[in-house]
């Protein structure tokens, strides 16, 4: 290491950095959002969209990601490594620029697309200052440069340290638990969610994972992918729709660039009730959609209306909305806007106006093209689109049907609800309780003031495989909606504003049948209530799986691990008898303890059930909930021990 002292450049830069860093380590959730698992991961998805911004500049085409034994990560790329010459202006070099100031990343390459990046697209500075460790490696020109950081605070100035053949960028850090409170460790799955993703966004690249630490694989195996999608959003669309059944042979591909916006869009129409759309502007997901969504919905309907009108394919009086030319459709919108507006609650919804008519004018041309050269495929589409017609008019009748009904009912409380005492939603919690048993000590074991218990009984609708008229016709399904005070307008739930509670706590033993129903739940919730997990109101309730006692002593365990633990523990304080017993479900625990465990806001553990990535939930349901029974009871097997949250 050189000796800091004999350089006092460096001192000066370091009063600088500290200036800038600090303020993202005092208040970090400013920066990457929280210091939960989703800003914990935000870290890798920094460090990447850097090697996305090369790649996307046309220089990189492969990023390898590991996750050490020790918690550590590091990010390799064969971009062109960062610049290390000093900045004429900054008066340093331009690695430690980027490295030790916020928002230094973009200052340099104004003509290259700087598009990518996370939802706050804070830069790699941040990743530094929240990192107990962080070093940097920069194969560039030849030669091969050498930086370290504490905290983001320099330990190991620039340094050259060899020549190189190669060129690229290699990252590694440490997140610093003092920032991470909660947790330090990296989910292999969530990070291997949002890199498929790129993958398929960005066909030009290949991205590794590879997880170094000990999985519990017997034969000492390793978790390791590659992902490399040649065929991009259409292989996207093809994998969203792996288990559900197309009525197309190939998902139909649009690539085109209108007003300097360059648009792909891959579509296909499957045998479900369920639209699925999934739309990106410069890699981030837009949850909430925005102008790209509005356009390319309407070059969909005016495209398939053109067609059917030409071939008289729309029969009789029936009015046919655009809602129904999109029934089980999947697809995918990918577009780069240079100067991306996002608006909406979660920042996740594009504004710029221009956006609109050019998606619209490329998805127009292009499709009402393809269904001109694939007549059979256009009659297949809009015969589903008139039976989608028929179900909604159907729908519309029952819904009404009801309406009248829970009118001359008084509109009603379902019955079995236990309602609480308070009127304000934002501190009212409603428990969804299977069974009746579990619902008879959660209803004495409550703080009635606050919490309401809904028992559900009998079997709620799949509403992955039903259109919404037979939804509405099922009393389980009824009854959460009036319960929540959400009315019956299935698919237009988003006006959230009498919302009756606003935490809605699944709560299902832990087993098999109550993984399946936790399922279900999610599943009405995801696809017809998306607003209500957008808004974060879902959550689950974990309840313990064991009950540890020796003589007077007692302690619960969530898991195997805990369970072994306290096992040892008690052993080792004394040689009473210990006696382990499993809870088959809820309905076994006396409402004392279920309340203590499991109800209590001030010791219970609620799992918020978040859209981190939608693609990986909407798999998730149709491996569920879908027809193919093999990859369900495989995901059953493999998750029913745990909850599973990253929906
Ligand atoms: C600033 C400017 C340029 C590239 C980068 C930063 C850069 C950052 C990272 C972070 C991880 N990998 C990276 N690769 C590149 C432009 C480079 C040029 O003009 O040559």
């Not at 501190?427 to 969804?432: A, G, N, P, R």
């Amino acid at each position: 290491m050189s000796n800091k002292t004999d350089k006092p450049e460096y001192k000066a830069s370091n009063i600088q950095v500290l200036e800038g860093l600090e303020a993202v380590r005092k208040r970090p959730s400013m920066y990457i959002g929280d210091t939960g698992t989703r800003g914990l991961h935000h870290l890798i998805n920094e460090v990447v969209d850097n090697s996305i911004d090369e790649a996307l500049a046309g220089y990189c085409d492969k990023i390898d990601i590991t996750i050490h034994e020790d918690g550590t990560i590091s990010i390799v790329d064969n971009g062109r490594g960062i610049p290390v010459d000093i900045h004429p202006k900054e008066g340093m070099s331009a690695v430690e620029l980027v490295l030790t100031k916020l928002h230094a990343g973009g200052k340099f390459d104004k003509d290259s697309y700087k598009v990518s990046g996370g939802l706050h697209g804070v830069g790699v500075s941040c990743v530094n200052a929240l990192a107990s460790h962080f070093s940097v490696e920069v194969h560039r020109d030849g030669d091969v440069y050498i930086m370290a950081f504490e905290k983001g605070v320099t330990t190991q100035p620039l340094e050259k340290v060899g020549t190189t053949d190669i060129t690229g960028t290699k990252i590694i850090f440490k997140p610093d638990p003092e920032i991470f409170t909660q947790t330090t460790e990296f989910k292999f799955e969530v990070i291997a969610d949002r890199m498929r993703e790129l993958a398929f966004l960005n066909p030009q690249i290949t991205i590794t994972i590879t997880d170094e630490r000990d999985n519990g694989e017997e034969n000492g195996e390793k978790l390791h992918v590659e992902y490399h999608y040649e065929g991009g959003v259409k292989d996207f669309v093809k994998f969203l729709d792996e288990n559900r059944d197309p009525i197309m042979p190939d998902p139909i591909y649009i690539g085109g660039e209108a007003e300097g916006v360059p648009v792909e869009v891959a579509l296909q129409y499957n045998q479900s009730y369920t639209e699925n759309v999934h739309s990106f502007v410069n890699n981030i997901n837009t949850h909430e959609g925005g102008t790209h969504i509005s356009g390319f919905r309407r070059a969909l309907t005016r495209a398939l209306r053109g067609f059917a009108d030409k071939n008289k394919l729309i029969k009789g009086k029936i009015n046919v909305t655009g809602e129904d030319f999109r029934e089980g459709l999947t697809t995918v919108v990918s577009i780069k806007v240079a100067e991306p507006q996002f608006e909406g609650q979660t920042k996740t919804k594009l504004g710029n106006s221009e956006v609109q008519s050019a998606v619209e004018g490329v998805v127009y041309e292009k499709l009402s093209e393809y269904f001109e050269q694939n007549p059979k495929v256009g009659k297949a589409v809009i015969d589903k689109v008139m039976k989608a017609a028929e179900a909604r008019e159907a729908a519309r009748k029952a819904r009404q049907l009801v309406q009248r009904k829970s009118a001359m009912a008084g509109g009603g409380l379902p019955g079995k609800l236990a309602d609480c005492s308070i009127n304000d939603p934002s501190h009212s919690e409603i428990y969804l309780v299977e069974g009746d048993s579990a619902g008879g000590s959660a209803k004495s074991g409550r703080n009635r003031s606050f919490q309401a218990i809904l028992p559900l009984r009998g079997k709620i609708l799949n509403v992955e495989k039903s259109h919404n008229n037979k939804i509405l016709e099922n009393n389980e399904i009824k009854a959460i909606l009036t319960a929540l005070g959400l009315g019956v307008d299935l698919d237009e739930n988003s006006d959230l504003s009498n919302l009756r509670y606003h935490k809605i706590i699944i709560m299902t033993d832990a087993d098999v049948d109550g993984s399946h129903i936790r399922t279900l739940l999610l599943t009405l919730f995801y696809r017809k209530m998306l607003p209500l997990i957008a808004g974060g109101h879902v959550y689950i309730a974990t309840p313990p799986l064991y009950k540890v006692t020796q003589g007077k002593k007692m302690e619960y365990a969530w898991d195997d691990d805990a369970r072994d633990q306290i096992l040892a523990r008690m052993k080792k304080e004394s040689t009473k008898k210990v006696d382990v017993s499993r809870y088959k479900g809820l309905g076994e625990m006396n409402p004392d303890q279920l309340w203590e465990t499991t109800m209590d806001p001030e010791t219970r553990t609620l799992q918020q059930v978040t859209i981190e990535s939608a693609a990986a939930a909407d798999r998730l349901f149709t491996v569920l909930m879908g027809d193919t029974v093999e990859p369900r009871r495989e995901f059953i097997e493999r998750n029913s021990k745990y909850a599973n949250l990253d929906i």
